[in-house]
């Protein structure tokens, strides 16, 4: 939620293309909604420019080096969305120009998807009911499309107990112990777990514990994590872990209160899209690489024991969806309008996300080509949807299909508001030193 200097950047470089932008959308200060043209059809970008903790690194330094020791970085790729999007808005927008297109073009760069935070609020706030479609982007190893089911539904929360303290030798008797609640609902899960559907998933860690041995700790919290297949039965299942906390706090004496982190649908996304993605996949390729780019890809992967394939040159073959047990913020708008997803590929293949590793090549060239050829296959996406009622029209029909017979309603409970302090004691800490490596300029366009 602190993605103030990127929103700003995004704001900047927009607004000089002649996008209109908003900034704090649905309460959240670092959200960016852009849009140009006016009426139907509408068809929205959604992407998310955040980083990760401790994921500072030198760019192209296969060794160790971060930027600013402990500080936040780019260790999935996200600061690749920006331009991908951004590209893709501007081409549009010019060929919607030159052509006299009807149509609304937005641009929708969500804060905090690590952590599941801003597309529900958004959906929920209204700025998806009036689009037409949708497409998802995310940086991959490859380019590809799919249809189906992406990932899982979840929902986090954390539960802190409160109880009475007193000395764990002299007199324990007097005291509410918080953590045995903590323990007391860890344990009620592990119980429950015999009796979940194997759809399931459910994972915890204790973030509050107590002071020292000899004090009874009178504050206590546990963060879960509640996945499943679907949106109904991740509540189904979060609901009882919420009786599990009520049963753990009447056996304690102590009581507990809840907030609500974040949720997630899982992605659904359009078969007819993603046909219509495909072909301009087709047409617009991986790209040429350099005999040095693939030189340092297999160098990379060699010094991470992975297998030395270099680069990709064909495409992913089109197909359905495997669903993974991943979550991502965006699955709640695929509910709400009909969504279709691009990968583009601008990292190396076998650097996993979420590692420092995953940063190295985050600015190199073959992040740039992979970038640009996504942005292509984008543009040519959303030109298709903007200029084709009939497959529009097919989209919305697929849309229907899919959702029939699960009627989407928000996860978030009606008073949960976006956790605006989320990460801001770390970036206070490192922005210092992270603003002298800054960019202080802003893109020209021709």
Request: glycine letters at 8%; zero cysteines.
């Amino acid at each position: 939620m602190q993605e103030f200097e990127s929103s700003k950047f995004l704001k900047e470089t927009l607004e000089g293309i002649g996008f209109k932008v908003e900034l704090g959308g649905a309460g959240m200060p670092t959200n960016v909604w852009a849009q140009w043209g006016s009426g139907k059809p509408k068809i929205v970008i959604v992407t998310e420019i955040d980083a990760l903790p401790e994921g500072s690194q030198a760019p192209d330094s296969m060794p160790r080096k971060p930027l600013v020791q402990g500080a936040p970085g780019h260790m999935e790729g996200h600061n690749t969305h920006g331009a991908v999007a951004v590209a893709a808005a501007y081409a549009l927008k010019r060929t919607m120009e030159r052509y006299n297109l009807p149509g609304t073009v937005a641009v929708s760069f969500g804060p905090a998807e690590e952590q599941l935070i801003s597309r529900p609020f958004l959906v929920r706030a209204g700025y998806f009911k009036d689009a037409d479609a949708a497409i998802l982007i995310h940086i991959g190893d490859n380019m590809r499309t799919t249809f189906g089911f992406r990932n899982y539904a979840a929902i986090s929360a954390k539960f802190t107990f409160h109880g009475k303290t007193a000395h764990g030798a002299v007199a324990p008797w007097e005291g509410k112990d918080a953590l045995d609640a903590v323990e007391l609902m860890s344990i009620g899960f592990d119980k429950l777990r015999e009796h979940l559907k194997p759809t399931y998933r459910g994972h915890r860690v204790i973030t509050m514990g107590g002071i020292q041995p000899n004090i009874i700790p009178d504050l206590a919290q546990i963060w879960w994590y509640i996945r499943d297949a679907s949106g109904p039965a991740a509540k189904e299942n979060f609901d009882k872990l919420v009786n599990i906390a009520k049963g753990a706090a009447l056996m304690t004496g102590t009581t507990f209160d809840m907030e609500f982190v974040a949720s997630a649908w899982p992605q659904l996304a359009n078969k007819v899209i993603a046909e219509a993605i495909q072909k301009n996949i087709d047409t617009v390729g991986l790209p040429k690489w350099t005999d040095d780019e693939v030189k340092f890809a297999k160098e990379f992967q060699t010094s991470l024991n992975v297998k030395p394939v270099g680069l990709n040159t064909e495409p992913v073959k089109f197909g359905a969806a495997l669903q993974t047990f991943a979550s991502n913020d965006s699955g709640d708008v695929t509910w709400n309008v009909p969504t279709g997803t691009l990968d583009f590929s601008a990292s190396i293949p076998g650097v996993s996300p979420h590692n420092w590793q995953a940063a190295v090549a985050k600015t190199s060239s073959i992040a740039h080509k992979g970038s640009v050829a996504g942005a292509k296959v984008l543009a040519a996406s959303m030109l298709d949807l903007l200029t084709s009622p009939d497959l529009l029209q097919r989209a919305k029909d697929q849309f229907r299909a899919d959702t029939k017979g699960t009627e989407y309603f928000s996860l978030l409970p009606a008073p949960t508001k976006p956790p605006l302090d989320m990460n801001r004691d770390m970036m206070e800490k490192y922005r210092p030193e992270m603003r002298k490596h800054y960019l202080n300029k802003t893109p020209k366009f021709n």
